[in-house]
């Protein structure tokens, strides 16, 4: 058998687009095929030579190029995967059984139960089209509009705004608050308590040690105590 060219197309139609895809291929080869005083041989495409060989399976170089084509309301899009099995020169299986040669370039002498092929290339692509335009209406030209709220989140209010005080050209506000009067302790405004700055500490515990001054105090006293009536009965004595 000489050269082969092959081509299978199929498309459907499904709602999410139109799909098709195509598989085309060749098998060449140049030259003639020879199998003298050979058994059980097949060659495909052109340049093989099969003499005085059994059971042996000879093709030229082949190629392919798969392709996958899709068009959705997301845009067009397209994949491929050429791919060849190619050699130079033709296959050649003397005196050999049990031979294999696919894509030329294959020697095979004397041999039994040979697997032999060209090397194999592929160049696999995706391609994808433009995205339709987006429907509907457009937004119109112009700055957007404001809407007044007042302190409270997320709340509009139909008033007039809060006295505030901003630079200009400034994305940020200032509000200005009043100062403490002299003299007054300061308080800082902490979420779910106040606390005096100035207020005076009472030390309450012996530092580094945690003992209560309470109790050191008692114990002193009664040391003194007990010294001034020890003296006392010394006296006495």
């Known amino acids: 058998m000489g050269q082969l060219t092959l081509g299978a ?3 459907a139609d499904t709602p999410l687009g139109d799909i098709a ?7 060449g080869g140049s030259g003639g095929n020879t199998a003298t005083d050979s058994i059980g041989t097949v ?3 052109g340049g093989n030579d099969a003499s005085g060989s059994a ?6 170089p082949v190629s392919t190029a798969p392709t996958l084509s899709a068009t959705t309301p997301a845009g067009s899009a397209s994949a491929t995967a050429p791919t060849g099995v190619a050699g130079s020169g033709g296959n050649s299986a003397t005196d050999s059984i049990g031979t294999v040669q696919i894509g030329g370039g294959s020697t095979a002498s004397g041999s039994t139960g040979t697997v032999q092929t060209a090397p194999v290339t592929t160049e696999p692509g995706v391609t ?3 995205t339709p335009p987006a429907t509907g209406p457009t937004a119109s030209g ?10 409270v989140l997320g709340v509009a209010t139909g008033g007039p705004p809060a006295a505030t005080s901003a630079a200009a050209g400034a994305g940020t506000t200032v509000t200005r608050t009043p100062r403490t009067a002299a ?19 009472v030390v309450t515990q012996l530092p580094f040690t945690g003992l209560a001054l309470s109790l050191l105090f008692l114990l002193g006293l009664m040391l003194l105590t007990s010294g001034v009536g020890v003296r006392s009965y010394a006296r006495a004595r």
Do not use: Y
């Open 55 to 60: 059971v042996t399976v000879q093709s030229g």
């Open 183 to 201: 003299g007054q302790p300061r308080i800082s405004h902490t979420f779910g308590a106040n606390r005096e700055l100035n207020r005076p500490r």
């Open 43 to 45: 060659q495909i495409g």
């Open 9 to 11: 197309d199929a498309s």
């Open 128 to 130: 994808l089209g433009g």
């Open 21 to 27: 895809v195509s598989l085309p291929a060749a098998i």
């Open 142 to 151: 112009g700055p957007p509009g404001t809407t007044p709220t007042s302190g």
